[in-house]
C-alpha cells in the first residue's frame, strides 16, 4: 500500500529465536518525504538450515493477524498453533514494528509492539501493546505515546477529552487479552462521531491497520502446519460433542483455510460470482506473467463448475496441442503461479515476504524477477534463500542482504570495495556463517566400516 514503509523489525521468542532478532529496512535518517525508498526495497536473508529464517516469516504473518483479525486469538487452532510455536523458555513472543506512513502532507515514524504469552491453562493471551509516534523528519529519539495496554486494560490513551478514553474501555471491555485496539477500529471506533478528540490518535491507529493490511507472507504449506492441527482438533471430537461445539469447530477450520488461500490457487478454487470478472483479469495477467517462462503456452482457460453462490474452478493450460489441469504442471510453474500475487502485491506498493523463494526457481529466472522490482517495484520484498545467486544483483541495493548466524545473530552486508558477497560468504568469510564443512565429513554418514561388506 502506497505512503506506508516498514523501516525496522524486531521478533524474539518463536520457536528457537530466544534473543531478539531485528529486520532494518532503511536509513536512520528519514526525511519528511523520503525519495529513495527505492534503493531499499528488496532484502534476501541467508542463513544455514536451522538457522531461523522460517521462524522470522512465521513470525510476520502471526504479527499481521494480531494487528487486523480481532479473532484471531479466538480461534482453538491458532491455540494450537502458537502453543508450538512460541520458545518453550520464554512461554512468550514479543513483536515490534517501525513503519513510515504518509497521511496527505504530514509523514510520521510510527513504532508499534505487542507481546503474546502462554497462561498456565495453556490460553494465549496479549500481554501488551502500545502504539507511539514522531514527525518522520524529528531528529529526537523519544516518540509520543497514542495508547498503551497492559494485561488487557487500557493503561493510557491520548486523547482531548476523557469520555474518548472511556469509550474505548467500553467497548473493549475484557476483550484486550484477546485481540488488540487496532483490530477493533474498523468495527467499533469509527463509530466515534461528532466527538472532540486528538486526531492523532485516530491517524495512528488507522495507519497501524493499514500496515497490518499491507503485509502479505508467503510459507509453504508445509510450514503452515494446518491440516496437523485440523486433525488434532478433530480427533478430540466424539459423538456426544453438541452441533454448537462442531459448528464452532468447522468454522475455526474454515477461518484457518481461508489465511491461507490466494486469489489464485494450483487447486480448485471457489470464486464468488460477484468477483469472477475480476478473477478472469487476474488469470489473464497470470498467463502474460508465465508465458515469460513457458514461450510455448498459447493460454490459461478457467473450468468452472457452478456451486450456489460460488464457481468452482480449476486453471487448464493450454500448449495448443493438448491442454493439462494446472495441478500436473512442473513444481516450478506450479510455485510461479503460487508466488505471482505475491509479486504483483509487492509491485504495486505493499510489503511482501516469501520464505524460501529460490525453492524450485531456477537462478536464471529468480535474478531476473528480482531485477525488475528492485527497479520498478513500488512496494517492499524480503525473503530467505539458500541460493547464492541473486546476491550480486542485491548488492546494488543497501540494506538488502542480512546473514543470519547459527546463533541467531543478524550480520548486514555492508559494500566493501569490489568484494562479492557470495564469494565471501561460500569461502566462510562473513561474520557468523561459517561453513566449515568439507566432503571427507559425510564419511561417517555413508561409508561403511572396513569389514561391513565380508
Given at each position: 500500500m502506497k505512503g506506508i514503509y516498514l523501516?525496522?523489525?524486531t521478533v524474539k521468542g518463536i520457536k528457537s529465536l530466544d534473543e531478539e532478532v531485528s529486520l532494518s529496512f532503511y536509513k536512520k535518517t528519514i526525511t519528511s518525504d523520503p525519495k529513495d525508498f527505492q534503493n531499499y526495497n528488496i532484502k534476501g536473508i541467508y542463513g544455514i538450515?536451522?538457522?531461523?529464517?522460517?521462524?522470522?516469516?512465521?513470525?510476520?504473518?502471526?504479527?499481521?493477524?494480531?494487528?487486523?483479525?480481532?479473532?484471531?486469538?479466538?480461534?482453538?487452532?491458532?491455540?494450537?498453533?502458537?502453543?508450538?510455536?512460541?520458545?518453550?523458555?520464554?512461554?512468550?513472543?514479543?513483536?515490534?514494528?517501525?513503519?513510515?506512513?504518509?497521511s496527505k502532507s504530514k509523514s510520521f515514524l510510527f513504532h508499534y509492539e505487542i507481546s503474546i504469552s502462554s497462561e498456565k491453562s495453556g490460553k494465549i493471551v496479549i500481554d501488551r501493546e502500545a502504539l507511539s509516534y514522531k514527525a518522520a523528519s524529528s531528529r529526537q529519539e523519544d516518540m509520543k505515546p497514542l495508547f498503551e495496554v497492559n494485561n488487557g486494560k487500557i493503561a493510557f490513551a491520548n486523547s482531548i477529552e476523557q469520555d474518548f478514553c472511556d469509550y474505548i474501555i467500553d467497548k473493549t471491555k475484557n476483550l484486550l487479552k484477546t485481540a488488540t485496539v487496532s483490530s477493533f477500529f474498523i468495527d467499533y471506533i469509527l463509530d466515534w462521531k461528532d466527538k472532540k478528540v486528538?486526531?492523532?490518535?485516530?491517524?495512528?491507529l488507522w495507519m497501524l491497520f493499514m500496515l497490518g493490511l499491507s503485509l502479505y507472507v508467503y510459507l509453504d504449506q508445509t510450514d503452515e502446519h494446518a491440516d496437523y492441527f485440523i486433525d488434532g482438533i478433530m480427533a478430540e471430537l466424539d459423538q456426544e460433542t453438541d452441533d454448537k461445539a462442531i459448528?464452532?469447530?468447522?468454522?475455526?477450520?474454515?477461518?484457518?483455510?481461508?489465511?491461507?488461500?490466494?486469489?489464485?490457487?494450483?487447486?480448485?478454487?471457489?470464486?464468488?460470482?460477484?468477483?469472477?470478472?475480476?478473477?478472469?483479469?487476474?488469470?489473464?495477467?497470470?498467463?502474460?506473467?508465465?508465458?515469460?517462462?513457458?514461450?510455448?503456452?498459447?493460454?490459461?482457460?478457467?473450468?468452472?463448475?457452478?456451486?450456489k453462490n460460488y464457481y468452482a474452478c480449476d486453471l487448464i493450460m493450454d500448449y495448443g496441442e493438448y491442454k493439462i489441469n494446472v495441478e500436473f504442471?512442473?513444481?516450478?510453474?506450479?510455485?510461479?503461479?503460487?508466488?505471482?500475487?505475491?509479486?504483483?502485491?509487492?509491485?504495486?506498493?505493499?510489503?511482501?515476504?516469501?520464505?524460501?523463494?529460490?525453492?524450485?526457481?531456477?537462478?536464471?529466472?529468480?535474478?531476473?524477477?528480482?531485477?525488475?522490482?528492485?527497479?520498478?517495484?513500488?512496494?517492499?520484498?524480503?525473503?530467505?534463500?539458500h541460493n547464492i545467486g541473486p546476491m550480486d544483483?542485491?548488492?546494488?541495493?543497501?540494506?538488502?542482504?542480512?546473514?543470519?548466524?547459527?546463533?541467531?545473530?543478524?550480520?548486514?552486508?555492508?559494500?566493501?570495495?569490489?568484494?562479492?558477497?557470495?564469494?565471501?560468504?561460500k569461502s566462510g568469510m562473513i561474520e557468523g556463517s561459517p561453513f566449515n564443512i568439507d566432503s571427507i565429513d559425510f564419511i561417517s554418514a555413508f561409508d561403511a566400516e572396513e569389514g561391513d561388506d565380508e
Open positions: 523501516v525496522n523489525y538450515n536451522g538457522s531461523g529464517k522460517s521462524a522470522i516469516v512465521t513470525s510476520v504473518k502471526i504479527f499481521k493477524n494480531l494487528i487486523i483479525n480481532k479473532d484471531y486469538l479466538n480461534n482453538p487452532l491458532i491455540h494450537s498453533y502458537l502453543r508450538e510455536l512460541i520458545n518453550k523458555n520464554l512461554l512468550r513472543m514479543d513483536f515490534s514494528g517501525d513503519f513510515f506512513a504518509k486528538n486526531v492523532s490518535v485516530f491517524e495512528g459448528n464452532s469447530i468447522q468454522k475455526a477450520i474454515r477461518d484457518v483455510k481461508e489465511l491461507r488461500v490466494n486469489e489464485i490457487s494450483v487447486s480448485r478454487r471457489n470464486v464468488l460470482k460477484k468477483n469472477y470478472a475480476d478473477y478472469q483479469e487476474r488469470v489473464s495477467r497470470l498467463y502474460d506473467f508465465i508465458n515469460i517462462f513457458k514461450r510455448d503456452l498459447k493460454g490459461i482457460e478457467i473450468d468452472k463448475i457452478e456451486d504442471e512442473s513444481t516450478g510453474i506450479k510455485k510461479l503461479i503460487k508466488l505471482y500475487e505475491y509479486f504483483n502485491e509487492m509491485a504495486s506498493g505493499n510489503i511482501v515476504f516469501i520464505d524460501e523463494l529460490d525453492s524450485n526457481l531456477h537462478d536464471v529466472y529468480l535474478c531476473a524477477l528480482l531485477e525488475y522490482l528492485m527497479e520498478h517495484g513500488e512496494g517492499q520484498l524480503c525473503f530467505t534463500t544483483i542485491l548488492k546494488r541495493n543497501k540494506k538488502s542482504i542480512d546473514f543470519l548466524s547459527v546463533n541467531h545473530k543478524i550480520y548486514s552486508w555492508t559494500k566493501n570495495g569490489n568484494y562479492s558477497p557470495a564469494n565471501l560468504y
